[in-house]
């Protein structure tokens, strides 16, 4: 990713955003957080339950930057290439 960004620079027929496969997106977004159904389980057994609301935040923040990080710079280095 980086290194083709970097040698070959951004691919070309870069789309902004593709309505005709935004199922697919959503059906990975979901299967990437599938592991919500915990939340309620860890909350509980936590020492100080009351600090798990801003710890999932951060988690949730840190979790879709990252995702969205890696999605971004692939598509950037082989655009259209990328399925």
Do not use: D
């Not at 697919?24 to 100080?48: D, N």
């Not at 923040?61 to 969205?68: D, R």
């Amino acid at each position: 990713g980086f290194v083709q960004l970097g040698t070959h620079g951004m691919a070309p027929g870069i789309r902004t955003f593709n309505w005709a496969e935004f199922p697919i997106f959503f059906g990975c977004a979901v299967f990437s957080f599938e592991g919500i159904g915990l939340i309620l389980p860890i909350q509980f057994a936590m020492q100080q339950p009351a600090h798990f609301p801003k710890l999932l935040q951060r988690a949730m923040l840190i979790l879709g930057t990252l995702f969205a990080s890696f999605g971004m710079v692939g598509y950037a280095a082989y655009g259209l290439e990328t399925k």
